[in-house]
């Protein structure tokens, strides 16, 4: 019995990052309250307080869990030597991180950077990736270098939210770009 109602318990909270995650990749993190989180799910909103007092706790649950992945993929790179190979995994398997995630995290991202600029995790996440492009440059490397390691990412994140998650060609032309960008090669036509 007790393990029905925690399996419930889990499924409700999952729904309702999963819901916020949507909405707020629709309508921006401000443009959407947790009586609408409620509402869509034909719960009450106490029933939304039971898991996530405010709509920032959701928010950041939803951010942990992106970290997790970026944390993996961080943990992974400084086990590898400082390779061309390397850098260019680090970026192929940020990019499927992103694709396994689809329309929803990459717009996510973009809309909700004006929240994740007032909240501890929006630092926590602007941390992790300059981690992930620093892995791809050498201490002391030119600035130039370092701006073209976290263009790379800039790239991944742009391919997947402006052009959709329809569009693979899109999402390859921004892998490719990054790939060029790390390699210091110039952009194929």
Known sequence: MGEQVDERRTDTREQIRRLALE???EHGYDGTSLREIAD???ITKAAV???????EEILVSIVDDF??????????AQQQPATAATHEQVVRRYHELLSDRATEWARFLQEAQTALRDVAAGE???ARFNRLADLLVDPGAPIAARLRARLAFVSLHMGAHHFGTGNEEA?????????DLITHAPVHG
């Open 23 to 25: 909405l707020f990749a």
């Open 171 to 179: 999402r390859e032309a921004a892998l490719q770009i990054a790939l």
């Open 40 to 42: 869509r799910l034909g």
């Open 67 to 76: 970290f997790t992945e970026v944390d993996k993929l961080i943990s992974w």
């Open 124 to 126: 926590q996440l602007r």
């Open 49 to 55: 307080y039971y898991h996530f007092k405010t709509k």
